[in-house]
């Protein structure tokens, strides 16, 4: 089981990144996808998950600003980031999570080794 996020990078405030999550050792199709992220010093919080159906659940704070998308056949989960602010700097992770009344958590063993996104002039 492998997810690997990549697409960060250092972007100034108010531009974008598309982030992307590529899975290989099990079927996209079958899982729903989360994104966390985790800022220094910060605990990780939650940015968002899409399910199986291609439903997307987005926590308030970043409502308006990122989108998540899937395309089971390229094995691949995208974050779309619009808005950035210098605060969303963080290394981003995905995971295959389970969700449960609007709520998404992570499954042990189903996250990756994250990208770096760091927002600044």
């Known amino acids: 089981v492998q997810l690997q996020a990549s697409g960060g990078g250092l972007v100034q405030p108010g531009g974008s990144l598309r982030l992307s999550c590529t899975v290989s050792?099990?079927?996209?199709?079958?899982?729903?996808i989360g994104w966390i992220r985790q800022a220094p010093g910060k605990q990780r919080e939650g940015v968002g998950c899409i399910t199986t159906s291609d439903d997307s659940i987005i926590l308030d704070s970043f409502k308006g600003r990122f989108t998540i998308s899937r395309v089971n056949a390229k094995n691949t989960v995208y974050l779309q980031m619009n808005g950035l602010k210098p605060e969303d700097t963080a290394v981003y992770y995905c995971?295959?999570?389970?969700?449960?009344?609007?709520?998404?958590?992570?499954?042990?063993?189903?996250w990756g080794q994250g990208t770096q996104v760091t927002v600044s002039s």
């Open positions: 050792g099990f079927l996209l199709d079958d899982y729903a």
């Open positions: 995971a295959a999570v389970d969700v449960a009344g609007g709520r998404f958590y992570p499954k042990a063993g189903y």
